[in-house]
């Protein structure tokens, strides 16, 4: 499963509370040249590479997508998901709408979730109370998030995440394959 939509939305807390639930699920750890956050963990959070680090495992086709998105890379490697899909483990990557697009096409049996905000406005809150960027970045996440919205049609299924337990629930009943006839979430 691939979980996307713009920053802020919430993809990383539904499935942090989605893994509580379910504490065996396997989730991709992504690499990225962005710097971490105070608290972020290498190895857990993300691997943290050097944009030299970064390129050389492009071009060794350590993985499986990437993407640039807003001035750093980000991409999942490639051999840890693969092996999990060989046992027939479940695999959910967290990422954003270019890279979900890649796994779409590299990948049709997978299943692509677009997180929606309930409005641009509260996606602009929420990203301003989580305090991780500075408003200029902010900026460049909210433009980028305009864009990525006009493409959520080309996704298997959209979540609305307004409140969040009805959000996690969503994600979770696809996950395990109660697959419901409408759109979850609306
Ligand atoms: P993403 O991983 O998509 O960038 P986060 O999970 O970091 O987004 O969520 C962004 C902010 O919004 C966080 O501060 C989080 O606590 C908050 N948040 C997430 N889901 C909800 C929700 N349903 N209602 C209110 N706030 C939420
Ligand atoms: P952040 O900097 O907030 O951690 O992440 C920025 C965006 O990059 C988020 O939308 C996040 O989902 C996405 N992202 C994280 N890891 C990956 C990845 O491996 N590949 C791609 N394409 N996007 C990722």
């Known amino acids: 499963m691939v979980l996307t ?6 993809k990383d807390t539904i499935l942090r509370e ?3 639930r379910r504490p065996g699920l396997y989730v991709s750890v992504s690499a990225t040249t962005r710097a971490p956050r105070p608290g972020e963990v290498d190895g857990k959070d993300y691997r943290f590479l050097s944009i030299a680090e970064f390129e050389e495992w492009i071009a060794t086709d350590n993985l499986l997508e ?12 490639k051999t840890p998901v693969l092996e999990r899909l060989a046992v027939g483990e479940p695999v959910v990557l ?3 709408v270019q890279g979900a697009l890649q796994v779409k096409n ?3 049996a997978a299943m692509l ?3 929606r905000p309930p409005s641009l406005a509260v996606l602009a809150e929420r990203l301003r109370s ?3 960027e500075a408003p200029e970045a902010i900026e460049r996440r909210l433009a ?3 864009e990525e919205l006009a493409l959520a049609d080309r996704f298997d299924y959209q979540v609305v995440n307004d409140k969040l337990a009805a959000a996690v629930e969503a994600v979770e009943r696809l996950l395990f394959e109660e697959i419901p006839d409408e759109p979850a979430g609306g």
């Not at 939509?5 to 919430?10: C, E, F, K, L």
């Open 144 to 146: 980028r998030a305009c």
């Open 94 to 96: 967290e990422i954003e």
């Open 130 to 132: 989580r305090g991780t």
């Open 18 to 20: 989605v893994r509580k």
């Open 113 to 115: 979730v677009f997180i």
């Open 5 to 10: 939509g713009p920053s802020g939305v919430g």
């Open 66 to 77: 990437w993407a640039c998105y807003v001035g750093n890379y980000y991409g999942t490697p």
């Open 106 to 108: 590299n990948f049709p």
